[in-house]
């Protein structure tokens, strides 16, 4: 039986890399999510082909978001994975975050995923099967300076995720978090090449991750059966 994916934020990066990556297994039918980056979503579904299908929805709006998830139950009648990706993120002085920064950073990193999870899990729980991971960040396990806000929603998703492991356990849904390190994303684009050099040389394997190396963790997660509640960390040995 085809297994039903459904990847948040899916067009570039990280989410990018996990649709590619769970696109190889032909038994994978996968929603890949988009809100703004409708070229590079088409652009995807052009490169993958059949066994994927681009849904435009904010992951903000719940209205959205609960269509989004009725409209896959009501054309594959369930749906087995929820991989949460969907992020945003911001450098900046805890004493120059404003409110609107501050709401914005954990409506799109935190509350996007109860919006998600909270559409998906009656199904999953009708099921008795349910494999959801959510996307959180080295900063969510450690802290990041001069990214105080976006810690603390990575921090909430880690939170989350071992609570509802305890939860829905008894449902055979499990439910865990990858939290990358330094990864060669458009989100990292923006830093100097002199901080990356830094980041490489601050890290035990001497590189700076891949999409792909996330995608493999994603796929590995979304094929075991015996692992829940917990945090996953590919980042180079950058923190142990």
């Given at each position: 039986m085809k297994k039903i994916i459904l990847v948040t934020g899916s067009s570039r990066g990280i989410g990018r890399g996990i649709v590619e990556e769970?696109?190889?297994d032909e038994e994978n039918i996968i929603i890949a999510?988009?809100?703004k980056s409708e070229k590079e979503a088409i652009d995807l579904k052009e490169k993958i082909g059949d066994n994927i299908e681009i849904y435009k929805a904010d992951v903000?709006?719940?209205i959205e978001v609960d269509n989004m998830v009725k409209y896959i139950i009501d054309k594959y009648g369930k749906i087995d994975v929820l991989i949460n990706n969907a992020g945003i993120s911001q450098v900046k002085m805890f004493t120059d975050i404003t409110e609107d920064d501050w709401n914005n950073m954990i409506t799109t990193n935190l509350t996007s995923m109860y919006f998600t999870t909270k559409a998906v899990i009656s199904n999953m729980i009708h099921?008795?099967?349910g494999c959801i991971i959510n996307i959180s960040s080295i900063w969510g396990m450690v802290g990041g300076s001069c990214e105080v806000?976006?810690?603390a929603a990575k921090a909430g998703v880690i939170g989350m995720s071992k609570a509802l492991a305890k939860e829905l356990g008894p449902s055979n849904i499990?439910?865990?978090v990858i939290a990358p390190g330094f990864i060669d994303t458009d989100m990292n684009k923006e830093l100097s090449k002199e901080t990356t050099e830094e980041v490489k040389e601050e890290t035990p394997l001497r590189k700076i991750g891949k999409p792909l190396d996330i995608a493999r963790c994603v796929k590995w997660l979304t094929e075991d059966e015996f692992t829940t509640g917990q945090v996953i960390s590919p980042n180079g040995g950058w923190v142990i």
């Open positions: 769970l696109s190889k999510n988009y809100n903000t709006n719940k099921n008795k099967n806000h976006y810690s499990r439910v865990n």
